[in-house]
């Protein structure tokens, strides 16, 4: 067991800046207008650094140096590009504790997990682009026997990037690693609850890209990020966060008409199908395991298994073990390696949970665990923290149908297969799925008639770089990672030629 100090006192891995102002064109920028934010750490409730609060004035000096930018960089070769993506890989990897470190100071989630997960997954993603784009190939198609169609890849010049709280710096990372990797120029505006970790990571790799490839404009969501989204100056603009939220920046593109990424909010199911219970093995606690991922990041994850569906035969004995389960989650400082689950992200996203849990009470929903926030006394108590917990009730409920974002799960029997698909898609989301069955073909047909971008089948929140990601129904438009995403950052060019 280590216990991390908390960033900046003695003995600690990292500090952060006092004060952040913006990353434009390879350089610390003031806000135009001079006001800074406090930015609060969910795990003691102090706050440890202000950041810059940017409005259009800031996001014009950042499009300025990426339109400066774009140019050369578009040009450089792929090969060149790689190699920079592999060097800011390699970066972290030296730094990975400081990152991981800083992750989990400023959102509160539990450093084993930035340590083994979050940075790790984010490295790999540099990696994974910096490798696709050298694979990619053009094409030639013969039209007659005196003219060749050439089909050549070009990057779309400068993009807009618009990112959530929930995983700070892999969240920038889906975004930047294919929209750098494919050759254009970002404007990327970090979440105004967890600014701080991308501008640490900022500082220890801002001297690897030339100046303005990657600009950070810190701020709020109307002041700075709606002149960003609507800007006429940008070319694509990507999206993470609430379905509310990513109707509005459709609304802008659509006045500039430019394509848009939106990765929305999810209400997944996972399907426990009464074979599980079959042998008391490996399989069950694996099952066992994969029902309490609800808690994983403290619940904070679009594609969080909220929803638990379990089949009427299992549905008493397995949730009793399942329930046990969730009880010995180890909640605590985020900052020691043998804690689970750390804090909510912020005092507002705390406050929406204690009132989801007010409204599964008073929809008659059963507290099976948990149910109120968390003290954790001492140092902690100004933190914010909730307990795991688990309702029983029906998928009618606004606690079965409306994201959360917490560590709350909803659980409901089925009678059978039908029942159970029945239920999974009735909502309205479509991001992520789970479906927990020692029987291939009941797994395979469940993974295939779930409406959802990601089915899970046995296991459960994984992301690798290599499988696309994304919503159907209102849980979002288009994908993120796989190969298919250097194609959303990228223009077809056809050369058409005559012999
Ligand atoms: P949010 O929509 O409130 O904010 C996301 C970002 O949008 C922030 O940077 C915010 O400042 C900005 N923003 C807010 N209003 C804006 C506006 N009018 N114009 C431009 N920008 C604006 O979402 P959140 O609370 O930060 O994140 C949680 C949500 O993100 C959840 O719904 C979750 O499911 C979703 N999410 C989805 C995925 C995915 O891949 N599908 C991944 C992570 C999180």
Redesign the pocket.
Known sequence: MTVYAKPGTEGSVMSFQSRYDNWIGGRWVPPVKGQYFENPSPVDGQTFCEIARSTAEDIDLALDAAHAAAPAWGKTSVAERALILHRIADRMEENLEKIAVAECWENGKAVRETLAADIPLAIDHFRYFAGAIRAQEGGISEIDKDTVAYHFHEPLGVVGQ??????PIL?ATWKLAPALAAGNAVVI?????TPSSILYLMSLIGDLLPDGVVNIVNG???E???P??SSNRIRKIA????????R??MQ?ATENLIPVTL????KSPNLFFDDVMAADDGFLDRSLEGFSMFALNQGE???CPSRALIQGGIYDDFLEKAVARVKAIKQGNPLDTDTMMGAQASSD?WEKIKSYLAIGKDEGAKVLTGGEPADLGGDLSGGFYIQPTVFAGDNKMRIFQE?I?GPVLAVAPFADYDEAISIANDTLYG?GAGVWSRNGAVAYRAGRDIQAGRVWTNTYHDYPAHAA???YKQ??VGR?NHLMMLGHYQQTKNLLVGY
Do not use: D, R
Not at 162 to 167: A, E, G, Y
Not at 189 to 193: D, F, T, Y
């Open positions: 618009i990112i959530p709280w929930n995983f969240m505006k970090p979440a105004e609850q709020f969501g109307v700075a990020g709606k960003l989204a999206f993470t966060g609430e379905t509310t939220t990513g509005l920046i802008y990765e929305l909010g999810g994850v679009c594609t996203q994201e974002f991001l990601f994304g919503g849980s979002g993120e």
